[in-house]
């Protein structure tokens, strides 16, 4: 998901009233939570809405909700098997299928015939088949009296198991996710695409319309969308379900729901763990994201081609500064916090008051708090001894754990070693997608630059990664030399196992040989005192919470499948209303308003065809839907189950919607179906696609 | 001027850069300021702009701008007297010379010949023609050793004396004036006009398009302009100096001006002023024009004609309403006060270091914060010791204090009475625009009932008010038997001097007669225990910054010419950038955006002509210069001298403009000459207007 950010919160923020466990008040429930599937909020729908979902159309939503693994969602909207996403969600897939000479992510891509799609290197897709609760399994790993950091790796232990039988006796993707911050665990089954071929991108002035200032606001004029199909065996797969096509799109006032992935929210996070995000975690991480950014814009300026190969690291870089630095201001605001820490406060005395919730859950709250004290001391350490670069060094990571890894048995790894995980990891690992020497080795320097800086010469880290030289000069030499460009070598490697690894004169190789022990002792670190602790806590408190409440609300986000709604619905803003949406004729004023300056510019076609287009049709809207990042892509569906809209990022007043929903401004940003329909039909000359997404 | 405001005020308001009296900094000067002209801003212009305008320049303009004497602000526009200003400035009017019949508010009018221009039946406008410093004569009418209040007198009766003479010898409306709270006295003669006729007005649907949600903010999408012609002795005027007209319209990054009469600024008020305000004026205000807008709503929801009837009055308090909150919200801003806390603090300490400036000027400060506590024991009896109603009840106490007062030496009478103030008093008085009975009855009863609940049924107000009856019966038998509708009847009483409003029997004149010296006790404690203090006060803070800084600021507004620079020129706005103007496009998008539901709803001609329209014209835009309300109307003028934009409002951001001045997001709104001139000829075809403004 994206969006802009300045300064200071928009004031309907500082007014909140998120209220997330306490859903049992008199007045009628916010249109609040992303809920996973086994729990829908059927019971919020029909007190609002009047509107209860059965479950055939439950579960035909849920089987044309898909998931992009390099972070994203989209859904089945065709028989067979194309699917829709955003165009920011493609881009990493464009910028790899472009090069010096075609540039689809500027250009845009159009498939005339299914002969012309284009197959995508390294992309999954994800559709969740099966939820099993695994909760009790997990738990019964505990033994009575075992240490905490033993406790963990018995958890991690019983996870690997249960992914690696199912995965045996499914050949399913099995992934068991971890809800409520370990009050729940659950056996998530997915059926598995590999390949995926782009059908459609518009050009990326149009898909971004505004740019980095637009991003994250409203109104809004953007076709951030693109299409792609899904094939096995070299044919375009029936689509296990699909969402059938609304031409008008969503209308003001009308319940819609959102099937999608967020990626995180923090929202049942406790105070202190907010603290810290506060005042040290996130101000620190957009230091680090703001030096990586310049350092790619000055690699951009150096000419067009550089600024071609920077693009998908700027737009994300940029996109991640502005959405955090909205969360951060959220934490910032002082209403929120006390808002927070008047809810923990009620919900600690709920506790203590009962002498057998003390006694279980009463001591997880301080112990988390003097945790982030703990954690705090190698924070630096923690967010600086990394690898560094783009994708080459973490490739050499890669294969040098995986032989490592695969070695030991399989509850004992590195948990993205284990057997369930393998085959999706290699996919990734011997993806042929360009990789830009050049970029890397302007990345790798500056990133062990700022270590020397920031961690000092002296640092083990720093020492093995530097061994003396200076940073540019390691960087040279590793990313000039490395032949892991190649996905052949990678794969020789890998496949070679720990002998040919061990004996690799690959620079890359070497170098991380020699740092990776200090990388796993921070890690070891991590997880035998902090994460340890946070999980155990965090079954606590989720236990507390289920004995306190109930089922009553939901998990934070965590990357799987959830549902949300609300209804489509302008807000109050900056001393008037935004409406619930915009038309073509609010791209055009915004166009012509800056005088067609960048990144306010329209493709030649929009300014060509302008007169066949319907410039009052909707373009993109705003529903009360709760979602956050990783719901990119995700469809907007009305009651009937047909698709109205297409999400692709919250407006500036939900960036604190990572630790709290607030209903009044907070808004969910889509692409209206009229809208892509009329410039599929009249700007592209889509017709195959339209009759497609039609049914005819 | 109009403006719409919502709860809080937006970030950009936090990031306070005002700086009135320190402006001497190193950086450059912001475009601050509402320069009066016989100090203007050049040094400024030249250090920011390049651009020094002569003598020349300074006195076309000057004789271009006109005051609208009903509050707002206009300018000639064509050599035969055409007067540009908004629809809502000329909205009083336009409500007058409507009926039941005939709406010109909701239709809008146009004469296509000049023997169709419709006669306003009360409307003064005047220009500046010459000012003279009179500081020196004022302040020698102050003898050492003085009472406070025994020196107001002798001040204004030196200024009656000032402007009587001036009237005698030059036949010329004469005010003195009051700049710097005392600081200086001017003489402004004005040449005024009261032959005032409608030439054209667009429907109110268009003039104020997005209603009191969009009012004072931006992007804006209003035509709100009207075009009067000024007559003398039945004829069009040669105007005394006009504005060209600059069809294409202000551009992005340009300088302009604006010439207009700013109403009340309140930047050099102290902080203890500011105190009040906050704490109680301004609440105490806001809470009696919310009242007085229910009753008002209430009257119009009778009946299509009570709307229209109420119509004028219902724009005026939603106005004023959403200004007000925007500046109490602006002073509710810690970051403001503590702004103009630390100001005061050094300014102080600037005059306390010098034993002179001390000894004459250091009393100021605690004397006017003292004098607060003692303002607000009797707030409540100034605020709500009203005569009520809507016209009738004023006109019925100008009658009775005229007769009263006239007998009087000039130096002796209530300020408005003064003899160079009559003529233009009695214009107003003898008005026969129309009176709505049943409106002004229910004003009437509600201001009473509202004074009763407030002062208590035993404050000498109420019970002369109502003598032992209740409101709604005071009001009825006042209202419904009243002969003053009537202007005939009102000047044979000024006429028939005090004999016949002695022996009146009209129930409103018998009632005035029995409230009037309760409204004249609390009116002279005023003035002998405040107003006082405040200008002994003031003229001591004038005099100590003149000493301190030069004549290097300008003083508050006074509804006196006043001349503000800047850029045309967007800003950072809820997560984005506003750009600097909006286009027809943007009209048409969001009346689409709302389902051209009210007040987002067209005039018809605005769909049936649509296609005729060049969409990417520019509607509204912005410029950094600095205004506030009675701004309304005022040209916007390019370095040539052009006319290229005429002010409508200010955007939300610029409501704390009443007590700073903050660049980054402070905007005046203007209508663009371009998208007038295109609605003039291709939805209004009113090619005589164009070719009349074009000089052809």
Chains 1, 2 share one sequence.
């Not at 700027?314 to 934490?331: D, F, V, Y």
């Not at 990789?435 to 002296?458: C, T």
Request: charged share 30%; glycine share 8%.
């Amino acid at each position: 998901m994206k969006g802009c950010w300045k300064k200071t919160l928009p004031g309907a923020v500082l007014a909140l009233v998120a209220s997330l466990w306490i859903a049992t008040s008199n007045s009628i429930r916010a249109d609040e939570g992303m809920w996973t599937l086994d729990n829908p909020p059927t019971k919020y729908l029909k007190e609002r809405y009047g509107f209860e979902p059965d479950s055939a159309w439950l579960k035909n939503v849920q089987l044309s909700a898909v998931r992009f693994n390099d972070g994203g969602s989209g859904s089945f909207v065709s028989a067979e098997g194309l699917v829709l996403t955003n165009h920011h969600v493609a881009r990493g897939q464009l910028q790899k299928v472009s090069s010096p000479k075609k540039d689809y992510c500027k250009d845009g891509f159009h498939a005339r015939t299914t002969a012309e799609e284009l197959r995508c290197p390294d992309l999954e897709l994800n559709v969740l088949v099966s939820m099993e609760n695994v909760t009790d399994k997990v738990f019964a790993s505990v033994k009575p009296g075992m240490a905490e950091k033993d406790a963990l790796k018995a958890r991690k232990a019983a996870m690997a198991k249960i992914e690696k039988e199912s995965l045996d006796s499914t050949g399913m993707r099995s992934d068991v996710v971890t809800l409520y911050h370990g009050g729940e665990y659950w056996l998530y089954r997915y059926k598995k695409y590999t390949d995926i071929r782009l059908v459609f991108a518009p050009e990326e002035q149009i898909a971004f319309f505004g740019g980095d200032p637009d991003n994250f606001t409203f109104p809004r004029h953007d076709l951030d969308m693109a299409i792609f199909r899904v094939y096995e065996k070299d044919k375009a797969i029936k689509s296990p379900a699909f969402l059938k096509w609304n031409p008008k799109g969503a209308a003001d006032g009308e319940l819609v729901f959102v099937l999608g992935h967020p990626g995180r929210t923090d929202r049942l996070q406790i105070h202190s763990q907010l603290e810290m995000q506060r005042d040290h975690e996130l101000p620190l991480k957009l230091k680090i994201l703001k030096r990586t950014l310049a350092t790619s814009y000055s690699y951009a300026k150096r000419g067009s081609e550089e600024a071609r190969e920077a693009g998908d690291r700027l737009r994300g870089l940029e996109n991640t500064i502005k959405a955090w630095e909205g969360e951060l201001q959220g934490l910032m605001t002082p209403q929120l916090m006390a808002k927070k820490a008047q809810e923990e406060k009620e919900f600690i005395k709920l506790v203590s008051d009962k002498p057998e919730w003390r006694e279980a859950y009463g001591d997880a709250w301080p112990r988390l708090s003097n945790l982030q004290k703990q954690k705090l001391q190698r924070l630096r350490q923690i967010l600086f001894r990394k690898p560094g670069g783009l994708r080459l060094p973490a490739i050499a990571l890669q294969i040098v754990r995986y032989v490592a890894e695969v070695k030991k048995p399989d509850g004992e790894r590195l948990e993205e070693y284990h057997d369930s995980q393998l085959e999706s990891l290699r996919f990734k690992l011997y993806s042929p997608a360009p990789i830009y020497r050049a970029f890397e080795e302007v990345l790798l320097a500056d990133s062990l630059k700022y270590a020397v800086e920031e961690l000092g010469p002296g640092d083990p880290f720093v020492k093995e990664a530097l061994g003396g030289k200076s940073p540019e000069q390691v960087a040279k030499e590793l990313i000039s030399e490395t032949k892991l460009t190649d996905p052949k070598v990678r794969k020789n490697l890998v496949d070679g196992a720990e002998e040919a690894v061990k004996v690799s004169t690959d620079p890359l190789i070497v170098w991380i040989r020699k740092i990776d022990p200090v990388l796993r002792e921070i890690r070891k670190w991590q997880e035998d005192n902090i994460e340890s602790v946070e999980v155990a806590c965090g079954e606590k408190i989720g236990k507390a919470r289920f004995a306190a409440f109930g089922k009553s609300a939901y998990p934070d986000a965590t990357f799987t499948l959830r549902i949300a709604y609300g209804a489509v619905k302008g807000y109050p803003m900056n001393g008037t209303r935004a409406p619930s949406k915009t038309t073509y004729h609010g791209l055009f004023d915004r166009a012509c308003s800056f005088d067609f300056k960048q990144p306010f510019d329209l493709p030649q076609r929009y300014i060509d065809r302008k007169d066949k287009l319907d410039l009052s049709v909707g373009l993109n809207f705003v529903c009360t839907c709760d979602i956050i990042g990783g719901n990119s892509g995700s469809p907007v569906i009305n009651k009937a189950g047909e698709i109205v809209g297409l999400i692709f990022d919250g407006n500036i007043e939900s960036l604190p919607g990572r630790y709290v929903f607030e209903e009044e401004a907070n808004r969910a940003v889509a692409v209206h179906t009229a809208g892509m329909s009329e410039a599929l039909r009249k700007l592209y000359d889509a017709e195959a696609i339209m009759n497609e997404l039609l049914g005819k």
